[in-house]
């Protein structure tokens, strides 16, 4: 498929980005790439009681309808997410919304929330077969929703019997006034209803199933310290640092630059990773993470498990590096494992923290 993938590469970014989306849903649904996961057990990670092949995973926006979990883990990855996933449909933000900025290896999007809605997902999510690959649920809420929280609690009720995870989304910044829900007051009244929802399906299944909270990387020193509070005070599974960002440094004046929405990828790796550091200072060293944000490379993935994540995840490097990008990343992986002498990644967790945590985010 690489061979293919970088022969086809300069006609899929001569088409607009979401019907090129389109059609990489479509090439993986028809099994044009993928060997299946890699599996070493110098990458195996148990983070907040699931055990996962690897570390690396693919977040979510890629499938965000539940089209094609089982296809995405077939590249390589430990686990993916699917989602975001509201209620009801939505059609999401007026197009354009989804722009490629190729010189810096960056993305700008404002899809808001695009999606088919809970029913669609779930008869998808139930669909497949018993696995041990491992599948989290990204929620969200509609945007004319009149209850957020109730959206929230209504994904996880929804969910309960297909997930391996939630994570709650409340950081895009593509949803009017959606990042208000960290604001503590709001984000304590959002988190005691959501485990409560989690505590009734754990009693009525018979299992407990994870909820991460994935956070914005545009916020103060104070905010991370109220976020960290009521995460640690609510017992939260995890964390997952973070969702793009509205900032546009190491853009260096794009012609795109201007376009409202989040912007993620290789720009957005210092501020992403800092972040990471910043809340791992304040959580401890033994609440899960998931760092995301400008994962490109092993040296990339690795220097966000060496500033505090226990697991990481990509997105906009596949669109630029393509489906072998998983594969590529966990070989490299295992041979710096293997130099270095160490008998399980968990090893290099935290060793940057301090370093990361103490830079200054730049405006």
Known sequence: ???????????????????????????????????????????????????????????????????????????????????????????????????????????????????????????????????????????????????????????INCFYDVADYFTINISSPNTPGLRDLQIRHNLCMLLDAVLAARRWQAEKMRRSCPVFLKIAPDLTEEELDDIAAEVLSSKLDGLIVSNTTISRTGLQEHERAEESGGMSGIPFFQRSTIVLAKMRMRVGPHLPIIGVGGVYDAETALEKIRAGADLVQLYSSLIYRGPGIAADILWKLITVCRKDGVRNIAEYCNQHTRKWANRKIKL
């Open 1 to 155: 498929m690489g061979f293919f993938w970088y022969m086809g590469r300069p006609f899929l970014f001569m088409v607009a980005p979401e019907k090129a989306h389109r059609f990489a849903i479509h090439a993986l649904r028809s099994r044009m790439a993928g060997n299946g996961q890699i599996c070493d057990r110098v990458l195996q990670r148990s983070v907040a009681g699931l055990d996962f092949a690897n570390p690396l995973g693919l977040s979510a926006g890629f499938d965000k309808n539940a089209e094609i979990p089982d296809a995405v883990l077939k590249l390589g990855f430990g686990f993916m997410e699917v989602g975001t996933v509201t209620p009801m449909p939505q059609a999401g933000n007026v197009r354009p919304r989804l722009f490629r900025l190729v010189q810096h290896g960056a993305i700008i999007n404002r899809m808001g929330f695009n999606n088919e809605g809970h029913e669609v997902a779930h008869r998808r999510l139930i669909r497949r077969k018993k696995q041990t690959r491992l599948v989290g649920v990204n929620i969200g809420a509609n945007k004319d929703s009149k209850d957020w929280v109730a959206d929230y609690v209504e994904g």
